[in-house]
Every structure is written in C-alpha cells, then in structure tokens.
C-alpha cells in the first residue's frame, strides 16, 4: 500500500511513473518496434483492446496521482480499495448473474454486489484504523453506494481505472469530512 512510503516521495514516485507510462504509451503508438518490446513484457497482463490502444496502467497511474496530490491519505487508500475489490466484482457479478440493467448497460445485480464489498471495505477499514467496532451504518451505506455510483458511472466513456478511484475519493471525502471521521 503507498502508506509504507512517506507520502512526499510517494507523490513524486508516482508523478514520475505516470510521466513514463504517457512516454511509452506515445512511443508504442508511433513504433511497431517499440509496441512489440512493451507486448513481450505486458502482453500477458492486458486486454484485447489495450494492445492497439492505451494499457490500463497509464489511466490507473493518472487516477494514483492526482488522488495522492489531492486528497487526504485515508480518502486514497479507501478509494484504491473501492477499485481493487468492486470493480472486478461488479464486472465478475454482472456478467454471471446479471439481469436487470439500468445505468449504461451495467447491471443492478453487479452494483449491488459493488455497494456491498464497499461497505464491507469501508467498515473494515473504519474499524482497522479508528479501532471502532461499529462506525455508524448509514455511513457504511452510503460509502459503499458511493463506490457502486463510481463504478457504474461512465464519464466520457473513460477508463474505470481513472473515474472509479476519482469518484469514490470525491465521495468518501466528503462523507469522511461531514461525518468527522477524516483521518
């Protein structure tokens, strides 16, 4: 997790790593030679579409850091587990089992599952890091409805990787703002 490294370097860690990953995207874009060394290495860990276009690193790194630059460390590691954890699983939920669409093509079944393993993430990070044994439940709720907005939505047809975490920071701040439970 980036708390292990002190958040200045962290931040300038990631500025970097992003500044790299625009750098290969462009040189994968404009040289054959330069796509196929970067497939020999991330071929195995990308999609279909992300082999003519851009690899989901760069959109991830893009919402990494502009999330540390802006946000509290609590809002980002939260947001990044709101990713981690709802995004495949909304997606894994959806396409199994389902049925019933409603934003953008996506399933209510795969929201639900989505606003479920955010609230789970939410308390238990709650929980981990306050040592409270119950935050309030309608703030659980709410955060784990945050995460399955965030991932339901679909911002000008953008990546996940950069809405979703976007999203949810903006949305837990808040809540984790009004309801003093900021750390």
């Not at 300038?12 to 994968?28: D, I, P, Q, T």
């Not at 990044?80 to 399933?107: E, Q, R």
């Not at 308390?123 to 965030?150: E, N």
């Amino acid at each position: 997790m980036i708390y292990v490294y002190k958040q200045p370097t962290a931040k300038w860690g990631f500025l970097a790593l992003m500044v790299f990953s625009f750098a290969m995207e462009y040189f994968r874009q404009k040289s054959r030679r330069v796509n196929r060394l970067v497939l020999l290495v991330l071929l195995p860990f990308m999609r279909r579409h992300e082999i003519k276009g851009v690899a989901a690193t760069t959109p991830l790194l893009v919402s990494v850091t502009f999330l540390i630059w802006t946000f509290p460390l609590s809002t980002v590691e939260l947001a990044l587990l709101f990713l981690a954890f709802a995004d495949p699983l909304a997606s894994m939920v959806g396409i199994l089992f389902g049925k019933t669409k409603w934003l953008y093509g996506k399933s209510i079944e795969g929201s639900l599952a989505a606003a479920a393993v955010c609230s789970f993430v939410f308390y238990a990070f709650i929980w981990a890091r306050l040592g409270m044994l119950s935050p309030s439940w309608s703030l659980v709720v709410m955060a784990g409805f945050i995460g399955a907005i965030a991932e339901a939505l679909p911002i000008f047809n953008l990546d996940d990787n950069l809405t979703m975490p976007i999203l949810s920071a903006t949305g837990l701040w808040v809540l984790l703002f009004f309801s003093g439970y900021l750390v």
